[in-house]
C-alpha cells in the first residue's frame, strides 16, 4: 500500500499553502522536536488589515541563549488569545463570511488555556482542517526515534510511518540528501505552492502570504476552491 506523509515544524494560523501540503498527504507529522527560532513562523503570521499587513504574535517566554525545542515553549501573556481575537473582528468584521466564521473561531481564541506553544497550534491546525475538510490525520515527530542528521532523522520517521513517499516543501532542497532516501526506497516529491488563484479580499492590493484565516473569512466554503486541493481522502459530507 502506498503511503505519503510530510514533516513541517508546526505553524500559528498558517498560510493556505501549508494546509494545501496537510492535504495532499495521508499523515502529516508536526516536527516540533526542532530548535525554537525567534520571529519565525511557529508563533506568528499575518492579516490584512485598514493599515496594512500586520503580525498576530503569541509571546513565547524567553530562555536567552538557553536551545529549546519548539515542543518546549511556553506562552508568557495568558491574554494574548483575547487580544488577537478583537483585532481579528475589529479587520474582518465585514469580510462576507466572518459571522459564519465566528462561533468556532471566537471559541478556540476565548478557550484556549494551554501553555504550551505546540499545544497551541495543533489546537487551532485541527480546528482549521475540520473548516475546510481536510480529514488528513496529525502525528507528532516525539512518537517516533529521532537519530542522525536532519535528512536521517527525517528519513528515519518515514520509515517508521511505513511511508514510501515524502513530500517536503521547496526550502528544504538545500539540504535534503535525496538519494539517501531513495536508497532506502522512499521517493522524495517537492511541494509546488505556485499558480494560487487570488480570491475577494478586504484592504487594498491582494496578498497570497497571510493567514489562511483571510481566505476563510471572505470565501468561507468556496475557501478550497482557490487552494491546490489535492485532499488524499475525499472531504466528509
Given at each position: 500500500?502506498?503511503?505519503?506523509?510530510?514533516?513541517?515544524?508546526?505553524?500559528?494560523?498558517?498560510?493556505?499553502?501549508?494546509?494545501?501540503?496537510?492535504?495532499?498527504?495521508?499523515?502529516?507529522?508536526?516536527?516540533?522536536?526542532?530548535?525554537?527560532?525567534?520571529?519565525?513562523?511557529?508563533?506568528?503570521?499575518?492579516?490584512?488589515?485598514?493599515?496594512?499587513?500586520?503580525?498576530?504574535?503569541?509571546?513565547?517566554?524567553?530562555?536567552?541563549?538557553?536551545?529549546?525545542?519548539?515542543?518546549?515553549?511556553?506562552?508568557?501573556?495568558?491574554?494574548?488569545?483575547?487580544?488577537?481575537?478583537?483585532?481579528?473582528?475589529?479587520?474582518?468584521?465585514?469580510?462576507?463570511?466572518?459571522?459564519?466564521?465566528?462561533?468556532?473561531?471566537?471559541?478556540?481564541y476565548q478557550d484556549c488555556g494551554e501553555t504550551r506553544l505546540s499545544q497551541v497550534n495543533h489546537r487551532f491546525l485541527l480546528a482549521i482542517c475540520g473548516m475546510l475538510g481536510i480529514p488528513t490525520p496529525l502525528r507528532w515527530s516525539s512518537e517516533f526515534s529521532l537519530e542522525g542528521n536532519r535528512s536521517e532523522r527525517l528519513l528515519g520517521i518515514c520509515r517508521q510511518a511505513g511511508a514510501d513517499t515524502y513530500l517536503s516543501g521547496p526550502s528544504a532542497r538545500g539540504y535534503l540528501d535525496e538519494a539517501l532516501f531513495a536508497s532506502e526506497g522512499v521517493r522524495v516529491v517537492w511541494m509546488d505552492y505556485g499558480g494560487y488563484p487570488e480570491y475577494r479580499q478586504l484592504h487594498g492590493e491582494f496578498q497570497h502570504g497571510v493567514s489562511i484565516l483571510d481566505l476563510l473569512f471572505n470565501e468561507g466554503p468556496q475557501a478550497p476552491d482557490f487552494m491546490k486541493r489535492r485532499w488524499v481522502h475525499a472531504a466528509p459530507a
Open positions: 500500500m502506498n503511503k505519503t506523509i510530510a514533516i513541517n515544524q508546526s505553524g500559528y494560523i498558517p498560510w493556505k499553502g501549508y494546509f494545501d501540503q496537510i492535504g495532499s498527504v495521508d499523515e502529516f507529522v508536526l516536527y516540533d522536536d526542532a530548535q525554537y527560532t525567534h520571529r519565525d513562523w511557529r508563533n506568528r503570521n499575518r492579516i490584512k488589515t485598514r493599515t496594512g499587513l500586520k503580525w498576530l504574535t503569541i509571546p513565547v517566554r524567553s530562555k536567552g541563549r538557553l536551545l529549546q525545542k519548539i515542543s518546549e515553549a511556553c506562552i508568557c501573556d495568558p491574554d494574548w488569545g483575547r487580544i488577537h481575537w478583537q483585532t481579528l473582528v475589529c479587520n474582518y468584521s465585514r469580510a462576507p463570511h466572518f459571522k459564519a466564521c465566528r462561533d468556532g473561531l471566537e471559541a478556540l
